[in-house]
Protein backbone atom coordinates (compact mmCIF):
# COMPACT_ATOMS: atom_id res chain seq x y z
CA UNK A 1 0.00 0.00 0.00
CA UNK A 2 1.46 3.71 -0.98
CA UNK A 3 1.56 6.08 1.48
CA UNK A 4 -0.96 8.00 -0.10
CA UNK A 5 -3.68 4.93 -0.34
CA UNK A 6 -2.51 4.41 3.42
CA UNK A 7 -3.74 7.98 4.16
CA UNK A 8 -7.07 8.01 2.66
CA UNK A 9 -7.96 4.50 4.60
CA UNK A 10 -7.02 6.41 7.54
CA UNK A 11 -9.45 9.10 6.68
CA UNK A 12 -11.95 6.69 5.91
CA UNK A 13 -11.90 5.09 8.85
CA UNK A 14 -12.47 8.50 11.29
CA UNK A 15 -15.25 8.92 8.89
CA UNK A 16 -17.15 5.73 9.84
CA UNK A 17 -16.29 5.45 13.87
CA UNK A 18 -18.02 8.63 13.70
CA UNK A 19 -21.31 6.73 12.57
CA UNK A 20 -23.77 5.16 16.12
CA UNK A 21 -23.59 1.61 15.98
CA UNK A 22 -20.56 1.14 14.28
CA UNK A 23 -17.77 -0.40 16.67
CA UNK A 24 -14.26 -1.01 16.70
CA UNK A 25 -14.85 -4.93 15.60
CA UNK A 26 -17.12 -3.70 12.71
CA UNK A 27 -14.66 -1.34 11.71
CA UNK A 28 -11.72 -4.14 11.54
CA UNK A 29 -13.68 -6.05 9.65
CA UNK A 30 -14.84 -3.27 6.93
CA UNK A 31 -11.57 -2.05 6.29
CA UNK A 32 -10.20 -5.97 5.55
CA UNK A 33 -12.99 -6.04 2.98
CA UNK A 34 -11.98 -2.70 2.03
CA UNK A 35 -8.29 -3.80 1.59
CA UNK A 36 -9.47 -7.08 -0.09
CA UNK A 37 -11.33 -5.08 -2.96
CA UNK A 38 -8.51 -2.08 -3.16
CA UNK A 39 -6.21 -5.20 -4.28
CA UNK A 40 -8.50 -6.74 -6.66
CA UNK A 41 -9.14 -3.31 -8.42
CA UNK A 42 -4.95 -2.69 -8.09
CA UNK A 43 -4.84 -6.02 -9.95
CA UNK A 44 -6.69 -4.28 -12.72
CA UNK A 45 -4.56 -1.38 -13.04
CA UNK A 46 -6.22 1.59 -11.54
CA UNK A 47 -4.28 4.10 -9.65
CA UNK A 48 -4.85 3.64 -5.61
CA UNK A 49 -7.11 6.75 -5.07
CA UNK A 50 -9.42 5.42 -7.58
CA UNK A 51 -9.19 1.87 -6.44
CA UNK A 52 -9.91 3.00 -3.14
CA UNK A 53 -12.93 5.01 -4.28
CA UNK A 54 -14.61 2.04 -6.13
CA UNK A 55 -13.89 0.13 -2.85
CA UNK A 56 -15.75 2.62 -0.67
CA UNK A 57 -18.57 2.67 -2.63
CA UNK A 58 -19.69 -1.03 -2.41
CA UNK A 59 -19.26 -1.67 1.16
CA UNK A 60 -23.15 -1.87 0.98
CA UNK A 61 -24.37 -1.40 5.21
CA UNK A 62 -22.50 2.53 5.23
CA UNK A 63 -22.81 2.77 1.78
CA UNK A 64 -24.81 6.32 2.64
CA UNK A 65 -21.27 7.19 4.99
CA UNK A 66 -19.41 6.06 1.57
CA UNK A 67 -21.51 8.08 -0.03
CA UNK A 68 -20.68 11.28 2.03
CA UNK A 69 -17.15 10.52 2.36
CA UNK A 70 -16.74 10.10 -1.43
CA UNK A 71 -18.27 13.52 -1.91
CA UNK A 72 -16.16 15.10 0.66
CA UNK A 73 -12.46 13.50 -0.71
CA UNK A 74 -13.22 14.11 -4.32
CA UNK A 75 -15.28 11.99 -7.21
CA UNK A 76 -12.73 10.53 -9.17
CA UNK A 77 -14.07 7.76 -10.16
CA UNK A 78 -12.51 5.84 -12.74
CA UNK A 79 -15.22 6.24 -15.23
CA UNK A 80 -15.95 3.18 -16.27
CA UNK A 81 -17.13 1.43 -12.81
CA UNK A 82 -20.78 2.39 -12.05
CA UNK A 83 -21.02 5.43 -9.54
CA UNK A 84 -22.58 5.81 -6.09
CA UNK A 85 -26.14 6.92 -6.16
CA UNK A 86 -26.23 11.22 -5.31
CA UNK A 87 -22.87 10.81 -7.52
CA UNK A 88 -23.48 10.27 -10.81
CA UNK A 89 -23.86 13.03 -13.28
CA UNK A 90 -27.62 13.73 -14.90
CA UNK A 91 -27.92 11.46 -17.67
CA UNK A 92 -27.13 13.95 -20.65
CA UNK A 93 -29.48 13.49 -24.14
CA UNK A 94 -25.53 12.72 -25.46
CA UNK A 95 -25.78 9.64 -23.64
CA UNK A 96 -29.20 8.70 -24.65
CA UNK A 97 -27.94 9.53 -28.10
CA UNK A 98 -25.26 7.26 -28.30
CA UNK A 99 -27.56 4.03 -26.97
CA UNK A 100 -30.15 4.86 -29.74
CA UNK A 101 -27.65 4.89 -32.66
CA UNK A 102 -26.09 1.37 -31.35
CA UNK A 103 -29.94 0.50 -31.03
CA UNK A 104 -30.57 1.51 -34.28
CA UNK A 105 -26.98 -0.43 -35.42
CA UNK A 106 -28.49 -3.45 -34.19
CA UNK A 107 -31.74 -3.18 -34.99
CA UNK A 108 -30.67 -2.79 -39.03
CA UNK A 109 -28.35 -5.56 -38.12
CA UNK A 110 -31.10 -8.20 -37.11
CA UNK A 111 -32.64 -7.43 -40.86
CA UNK A 112 -29.04 -8.82 -42.77
CA UNK A 113 -30.17 -12.37 -43.19
CA UNK A 114 -33.78 -11.52 -44.58
CA UNK A 115 -31.95 -9.04 -47.00
CA UNK A 116 -29.46 -11.83 -48.15
CA UNK A 117 -32.05 -14.80 -48.74
CA UNK A 118 -35.86 -15.06 -49.76
CA UNK A 119 -35.81 -18.56 -49.14
CA UNK A 120 -37.41 -19.43 -45.76
CA UNK A 121 -35.55 -22.43 -44.95
CA UNK A 122 -32.16 -20.39 -45.61
CA UNK A 123 -33.54 -17.96 -43.52
CA UNK A 124 -34.20 -20.05 -40.79
CA UNK A 125 -30.71 -21.25 -40.96
CA UNK A 126 -28.90 -17.92 -40.82
CA UNK A 127 -30.82 -16.91 -37.83
CA UNK A 128 -30.00 -20.18 -36.11
CA UNK A 129 -26.77 -19.54 -36.46
CA UNK A 130 -26.74 -15.34 -36.78
CA UNK A 131 -29.08 -14.35 -34.33
CA UNK A 132 -26.70 -13.79 -31.37
CA UNK A 133 -24.10 -12.08 -33.60
CA UNK A 134 -25.91 -9.75 -35.29
CA UNK A 135 -26.42 -8.25 -31.88
CA UNK A 136 -24.34 -8.94 -29.16
CA UNK A 137 -21.24 -7.92 -30.63
CA UNK A 138 -22.85 -4.36 -30.93
CA UNK A 139 -23.90 -4.29 -27.39
CA UNK A 140 -20.00 -5.27 -26.22
CA UNK A 141 -18.95 -2.53 -28.74
CA UNK A 142 -21.55 -0.12 -26.90
CA UNK A 143 -19.66 -0.54 -23.76
CA UNK A 144 -15.66 -0.89 -25.35
CA UNK A 145 -16.80 2.62 -26.00
CA UNK A 146 -18.48 3.94 -23.02
CA UNK A 147 -15.61 2.72 -21.41
CA UNK A 148 -13.22 4.50 -23.38
CA UNK A 149 -11.21 0.85 -24.48
CA UNK A 150 -7.74 0.97 -26.07
CA UNK A 151 -7.97 -0.46 -29.77
CA UNK A 152 -5.60 -3.66 -28.25
CA UNK A 153 -8.71 -4.38 -25.45
CA UNK A 154 -11.11 -3.51 -28.64
CA UNK A 155 -9.69 -6.28 -30.63
CA UNK A 156 -9.59 -8.86 -28.12
CA UNK A 157 -13.18 -8.19 -26.89
CA UNK A 158 -13.79 -8.70 -30.78
CA UNK A 159 -11.89 -12.13 -30.66
CA UNK A 160 -14.77 -14.63 -29.24
CA UNK A 161 -17.28 -13.05 -30.99
CA UNK A 162 -14.82 -14.06 -34.46
CA UNK A 163 -14.19 -17.17 -33.92
CA UNK A 164 -17.71 -18.11 -32.80
CA UNK A 165 -18.91 -16.44 -36.45
CA UNK A 166 -16.41 -18.75 -38.47
CA UNK A 167 -16.88 -22.11 -36.48
CA UNK A 168 -20.91 -21.63 -36.12
CA UNK A 169 -20.91 -20.47 -40.57
CA UNK A 170 -18.28 -23.48 -41.60
CA UNK A 171 -18.88 -26.16 -39.90
CA UNK A 172 -20.86 -28.91 -42.03
CA UNK A 173 -23.65 -29.48 -39.82
CA UNK A 174 -25.77 -32.61 -41.10
CA UNK A 175 -29.46 -32.43 -41.56
CA UNK A 176 -31.20 -32.57 -38.73
CA UNK A 177 -28.55 -31.90 -36.94
CA UNK A 178 -28.51 -32.00 -32.59
CA UNK A 179 -25.37 -30.53 -32.37
CA UNK A 180 -26.03 -27.38 -34.86
CA UNK A 181 -29.54 -26.97 -32.65
CA UNK A 182 -26.83 -27.83 -29.38
CA UNK A 183 -24.63 -24.67 -30.75
CA UNK A 184 -27.17 -22.05 -31.49
CA UNK A 185 -28.42 -22.58 -27.82
CA UNK A 186 -25.28 -22.23 -26.53
CA UNK A 187 -23.99 -19.45 -28.43
CA UNK A 188 -25.62 -16.52 -27.41
CA UNK A 189 -24.92 -17.68 -23.49
CA UNK A 190 -20.92 -17.81 -25.02
CA UNK A 191 -21.25 -14.64 -26.40
CA UNK A 192 -23.15 -12.91 -22.85
CA UNK A 193 -20.20 -14.01 -21.15
CA UNK A 194 -17.46 -12.65 -24.17
CA UNK A 195 -19.62 -8.60 -23.74
CA UNK A 196 -18.39 -9.08 -19.96
CA UNK A 197 -15.01 -8.02 -21.00
CA UNK A 198 -15.56 -4.72 -22.31
CA UNK A 199 -18.77 -4.23 -19.68
CA UNK A 200 -16.09 -4.97 -16.79
CA UNK A 201 -13.53 -1.99 -18.67
CA UNK A 202 -11.13 -4.98 -19.76
CA UNK A 203 -10.54 -5.56 -15.65
CA UNK A 204 -11.85 -9.25 -15.85
CA UNK A 205 -9.22 -10.88 -13.29
CA UNK A 206 -11.89 -8.04 -10.64
CA UNK A 207 -14.19 -10.20 -8.18
CA UNK A 208 -15.62 -6.51 -8.05
CA UNK A 209 -16.22 -6.05 -11.58
CA UNK A 210 -17.53 -9.85 -12.06
CA UNK A 211 -19.97 -9.20 -9.60
CA UNK A 212 -20.49 -5.92 -11.23
CA UNK A 213 -21.60 -7.87 -14.32
CA UNK A 214 -24.30 -10.47 -12.71
CA UNK A 215 -25.69 -7.44 -11.26
CA UNK A 216 -25.80 -6.09 -14.75
CA UNK A 217 -27.01 -9.05 -15.84
CA UNK A 218 -30.05 -9.70 -13.61
CA UNK A 219 -31.08 -5.70 -13.80
CA UNK A 220 -30.92 -5.88 -17.92
CA UNK A 221 -33.02 -8.96 -17.77
CA UNK A 222 -35.68 -7.23 -15.45
CA UNK A 223 -35.33 -3.73 -18.16
CA UNK A 224 -35.87 -6.27 -21.14
CA UNK A 225 -38.62 -8.28 -20.19
CA UNK A 226 -40.47 -4.88 -19.14
CA UNK A 227 -39.66 -3.32 -22.57
CA UNK A 228 -41.44 -6.91 -24.63
CA UNK A 229 -43.88 -6.48 -22.37
CA UNK A 230 -44.32 -3.11 -23.37
CA UNK A 231 -43.53 -3.88 -27.26
CA UNK A 232 -46.12 -7.03 -26.86
CA UNK A 233 -48.83 -4.41 -26.01
CA UNK A 234 -47.97 -1.66 -28.84
CA UNK A 235 -47.38 -4.76 -31.70
CA UNK A 236 -50.61 -6.30 -30.67
CA UNK A 237 -52.66 -2.96 -31.13
CA UNK A 238 -50.75 -2.03 -34.14
CA UNK A 239 -51.64 -5.61 -35.83
CA UNK A 240 -55.33 -5.09 -34.37
CA UNK A 241 -55.23 -1.39 -36.35
CA UNK A 242 -53.67 -2.79 -39.42
CA UNK A 243 -55.61 -5.50 -40.21
CA UNK A 244 -58.57 -3.83 -42.54
CA UNK A 245 -55.53 -3.68 -44.69
CA UNK A 246 -54.68 -6.88 -45.59
CA UNK A 247 -52.17 -9.86 -44.58
CA UNK A 248 -49.59 -9.06 -46.55
CA UNK A 249 -49.27 -5.48 -44.44
CA UNK A 250 -49.98 -7.22 -41.01
CA UNK A 251 -47.45 -10.13 -41.58
CA UNK A 252 -44.54 -6.71 -42.93
CA UNK A 253 -44.72 -5.50 -39.74
CA UNK A 254 -44.54 -8.40 -37.73
CA UNK A 255 -41.90 -9.71 -39.80
CA UNK A 256 -39.48 -6.36 -39.95
CA UNK A 257 -40.80 -4.47 -37.20
CA UNK A 258 -40.53 -7.51 -34.78
CA UNK A 259 -36.88 -8.67 -34.70
CA UNK A 260 -35.68 -5.06 -35.43
CA UNK A 261 -37.13 -3.93 -31.73
CA UNK A 262 -36.10 -6.74 -30.38
CA UNK A 263 -32.42 -6.34 -31.33
CA UNK A 264 -32.84 -2.71 -30.00
CA UNK A 265 -33.98 -3.46 -26.73
CA UNK A 266 -30.88 -5.49 -26.15
CA UNK A 267 -28.53 -2.43 -26.00
CA UNK A 268 -31.69 0.36 -24.71
CA UNK A 269 -31.85 -2.06 -22.02
CA UNK A 270 -28.48 -1.94 -21.13
CA UNK A 271 -28.61 1.91 -21.20
CA UNK A 272 -31.65 1.47 -18.63
CA UNK A 273 -29.74 -0.21 -16.36
CA UNK A 274 -27.02 2.55 -16.03
CA UNK A 275 -28.99 5.20 -16.10
CA UNK A 276 -32.08 3.92 -13.89
CA UNK A 277 -29.49 2.53 -11.41
CA UNK A 278 -31.19 3.83 -8.27
CA UNK A 279 -34.70 2.19 -8.95
CA UNK A 280 -33.28 -1.03 -9.59
CA UNK A 281 -31.39 -0.77 -7.10
CA UNK A 282 -35.06 -0.92 -4.93
CA UNK A 283 -36.59 -3.32 -7.20
CA UNK A 284 -33.68 -6.06 -6.88
CA UNK A 285 -34.04 -6.77 -2.97
CA UNK A 286 -38.38 -6.76 -3.28
CA UNK A 287 -37.80 -9.23 -6.33
CA UNK A 288 -35.35 -11.68 -4.60
CA UNK A 289 -37.00 -11.53 -1.21
CA UNK A 290 -40.36 -12.39 -3.24
CA UNK A 291 -39.39 -15.32 -5.22
CA UNK A 292 -36.73 -16.66 -2.95
CA UNK A 293 -39.11 -18.03 -0.65
CA UNK A 294 -41.71 -18.97 -3.58
CA UNK A 295 -38.97 -21.04 -4.78
CA UNK A 296 -37.70 -22.08 -1.72
CA UNK A 297 -41.41 -24.01 -0.45
CA UNK A 298 -41.64 -24.87 -4.43
CA UNK A 299 -38.43 -26.96 -4.47
CA UNK A 300 -38.81 -28.46 -1.37
CA UNK A 301 -42.10 -29.57 -1.80
CA UNK A 302 -41.41 -31.39 -5.22
CA UNK A 303 -38.04 -32.92 -3.60
CA UNK A 304 -40.12 -34.54 -0.67
CA UNK A 305 -42.93 -35.73 -3.39
CA UNK A 306 -40.13 -37.15 -5.65
CA UNK A 307 -38.00 -38.98 -2.86
CA UNK A 308 -41.27 -40.22 -0.70
CA UNK A 309 -43.15 -41.43 -4.11
CA UNK A 310 -39.87 -43.22 -5.79
CA UNK A 311 -39.97 -41.28 -8.96
CA UNK A 312 -36.98 -40.85 -9.62
CA UNK A 313 -36.60 -43.41 -12.51
CA UNK A 314 -39.15 -42.02 -14.12
CA UNK A 315 -37.03 -38.72 -15.49
CA UNK A 316 -37.55 -38.84 -19.76
CA UNK A 317 -35.95 -36.27 -22.04
CA UNK A 318 -38.58 -33.56 -21.40
CA UNK A 319 -38.60 -34.05 -17.67
CA UNK A 320 -34.54 -33.90 -17.16
CA UNK A 321 -34.29 -30.75 -19.28
CA UNK A 322 -37.00 -28.89 -17.13
CA UNK A 323 -35.32 -29.91 -14.49
CA UNK A 324 -32.09 -28.27 -15.64
CA UNK A 325 -33.54 -25.31 -16.55
CA UNK A 326 -35.18 -25.25 -12.90
CA UNK A 327 -31.63 -25.50 -11.93
CA UNK A 328 -30.29 -22.63 -14.04
CA UNK A 329 -33.20 -20.22 -12.84
CA UNK A 330 -32.34 -21.52 -9.03
CA UNK A 331 -28.60 -20.50 -10.01
CA UNK A 332 -29.89 -17.27 -11.07
CA UNK A 333 -31.89 -16.16 -8.24
CA UNK A 334 -28.60 -17.40 -5.98
CA UNK A 335 -26.47 -15.02 -7.98
CA UNK A 336 -28.78 -11.97 -8.30
CA UNK A 337 -29.56 -12.51 -4.61
CA UNK A 338 -25.92 -12.72 -3.41
CA UNK A 339 -25.93 -9.09 -6.20
CA UNK A 340 -28.82 -7.37 -4.79
CA UNK A 341 -27.16 -8.72 -0.99
CA UNK A 342 -25.15 -6.01 1.18
CA UNK A 343 -21.78 -8.03 2.17
CA UNK A 344 -21.51 -6.25 5.67
CA UNK A 345 -24.92 -7.34 6.73
CA UNK A 346 -25.00 -10.76 9.40
CA UNK A 347 -27.26 -13.45 8.70
CA UNK A 348 -31.08 -13.34 8.58
CA UNK A 349 -33.92 -15.44 7.56
CA UNK A 350 -33.60 -14.65 4.27
CA UNK A 351 -30.29 -16.27 3.98
CA UNK A 352 -31.68 -19.04 5.39
CA UNK A 353 -34.59 -19.42 3.16
CA UNK A 354 -32.19 -19.25 0.56
CA UNK A 355 -30.03 -22.68 1.89
CA UNK A 356 -33.06 -24.00 1.87
CA UNK A 357 -33.71 -23.63 -1.92
CA UNK A 358 -30.98 -24.51 -2.69
CA UNK A 359 -30.16 -27.50 -0.69
CA UNK A 360 -33.93 -28.74 -2.30
CA UNK A 361 -32.32 -27.69 -5.96
CA UNK A 362 -29.75 -30.25 -4.85
CA UNK A 363 -31.67 -33.47 -3.88
CA UNK A 364 -33.46 -32.80 -7.18
CA UNK A 365 -29.92 -32.36 -9.22
CA UNK A 366 -28.99 -35.86 -7.79
CA UNK A 367 -32.35 -37.40 -8.83
CA UNK A 368 -31.71 -36.13 -12.20
CA UNK A 369 -28.04 -36.92 -12.59
CA UNK A 370 -28.85 -40.24 -11.08
CA UNK A 371 -31.52 -40.82 -14.32
CA UNK A 372 -29.00 -39.00 -16.75
CA UNK A 373 -26.62 -41.77 -15.83
CA UNK A 374 -28.77 -44.57 -16.25
CA UNK A 375 -29.91 -43.66 -19.28
CA UNK A 376 -26.34 -43.57 -20.85
CA UNK A 377 -25.57 -46.56 -19.82
CA UNK A 378 -28.83 -48.20 -20.89
CA UNK A 379 -29.22 -46.14 -24.54
CA UNK A 380 -25.45 -44.29 -25.03
CA UNK A 381 -24.04 -41.56 -25.58
CA UNK A 382 -25.54 -38.72 -27.52
CA UNK A 383 -25.08 -35.20 -27.99
CA UNK A 384 -27.69 -34.08 -26.08
CA UNK A 385 -26.80 -36.68 -23.04
CA UNK A 386 -23.58 -35.44 -22.90
CA UNK A 387 -24.64 -31.47 -22.70
CA UNK A 388 -27.34 -32.06 -20.38
CA UNK A 389 -24.79 -34.40 -18.14
CA UNK A 390 -22.25 -31.85 -18.45
CA UNK A 391 -24.61 -29.14 -17.54
CA UNK A 392 -25.82 -30.86 -14.41
CA UNK A 393 -22.64 -31.97 -13.04
CA UNK A 394 -21.03 -27.79 -13.58
CA UNK A 395 -24.22 -27.25 -11.73
CA UNK A 396 -24.12 -29.48 -9.32
CA UNK A 397 -20.49 -28.61 -8.13
CA UNK A 398 -21.13 -24.62 -8.08
CA UNK A 399 -24.71 -25.32 -5.88
CA UNK A 400 -22.55 -28.08 -3.52
CA UNK A 401 -20.16 -25.73 -2.58
CA UNK A 402 -22.10 -22.74 -2.44
CA UNK A 403 -24.54 -24.73 0.11
CA UNK A 404 -21.22 -25.67 2.25
CA UNK A 405 -20.44 -21.58 2.42
CA UNK A 406 -23.77 -20.31 2.72
CA UNK A 407 -24.09 -23.21 6.16
CA UNK A 408 -20.88 -21.63 7.69
CA UNK A 409 -21.92 -18.20 7.23
CA UNK A 410 -24.83 -18.37 8.73
CA UNK A 411 -23.54 -20.40 11.37
CA UNK A 412 -20.96 -17.03 11.69
CA UNK A 413 -18.20 -19.40 11.06
CA UNK A 414 -16.95 -17.06 7.81
CA UNK A 415 -17.86 -14.01 6.48
CA UNK A 416 -20.11 -12.97 3.58
CA UNK A 417 -17.57 -12.19 1.09
CA UNK A 418 -16.45 -15.89 0.47
CA UNK A 419 -20.06 -16.84 -0.70
CA UNK A 420 -19.59 -13.59 -3.08
CA UNK A 421 -16.55 -14.48 -4.16
CA UNK A 422 -17.28 -18.50 -4.87
CA UNK A 423 -19.94 -17.08 -7.49
CA UNK A 424 -17.62 -14.84 -8.79
CA UNK A 425 -14.41 -16.85 -9.20
CA UNK A 426 -17.11 -19.75 -11.03
CA UNK A 427 -18.24 -17.70 -13.85
CA UNK A 428 -15.11 -18.57 -15.92
CA UNK A 429 -15.91 -22.26 -15.64
CA UNK A 430 -20.05 -21.60 -16.55
CA UNK A 431 -18.14 -19.50 -20.10
CA UNK A 432 -15.95 -22.29 -20.63
CA UNK A 433 -19.16 -24.96 -20.79
CA UNK A 434 -21.10 -23.05 -22.56
CA UNK A 435 -18.01 -22.52 -25.28
CA UNK A 436 -17.50 -26.09 -25.02
CA UNK A 437 -20.57 -26.99 -26.21
CA UNK A 438 -20.86 -24.47 -29.11
CA UNK A 439 -17.74 -25.13 -30.40
CA UNK A 440 -16.34 -28.56 -29.57
CA UNK A 441 -19.18 -30.67 -28.94
CA UNK A 442 -20.06 -30.71 -32.52
CA UNK A 443 -16.85 -31.81 -34.33
CA UNK A 444 -16.74 -34.29 -31.36
CA UNK A 445 -19.83 -36.19 -32.83
CA UNK A 446 -19.32 -35.49 -36.13
CA UNK A 447 -21.65 -32.42 -36.80
CA UNK A 448 -24.72 -34.92 -36.04
Known amino acids: MTELLESLID ?172 AALHLPVAFWFAVAYPYMGAAWRSHERRMDFVRFTGEWFIYYVLIALGGGVLIGLTVFILEPAGAEVVNAVVEWVVPSGAAGAVIVAAWLVEAKQSVIENMAPVLTTIFTPLFAVMLSVVAVAYAVLGLGDEFDREVIGVFDLLLIVVLGLLLYRISARPSTQPAGWMDRIQLVAVVAALALDAM ?79 FA
Not at 55 to 68: M, N, Q, T, W, Y
Not at 87 to 101: D, I, K, R
Not at 163 to 180: C, F, K, M, R, V
Not at 386 to 393: D, F, H, K, Q, S
Open 368 to 446: VLGSMIDRIVDLGITPNRVAALGLNIVLLVNLVWAVWLLARFIGSAIPFHPVERWQTDYLPILAIWTATVAWLLPPLFG
Open 11 to 182: EWRNHVSQANGVGGHDIEELETHLREQITDLGGSGLAPDEAFLIAVKRLGDIDDLSREFALEHGGRLWRQFSMPAGLEPEVESTGFAEALAFAVVAALAIQIPRLLTQSSTGLDELYLHNAALLVLPVLAWYFARRNSLSPRQVAAATIPFAIGALLINIYPWQEDSSTELL
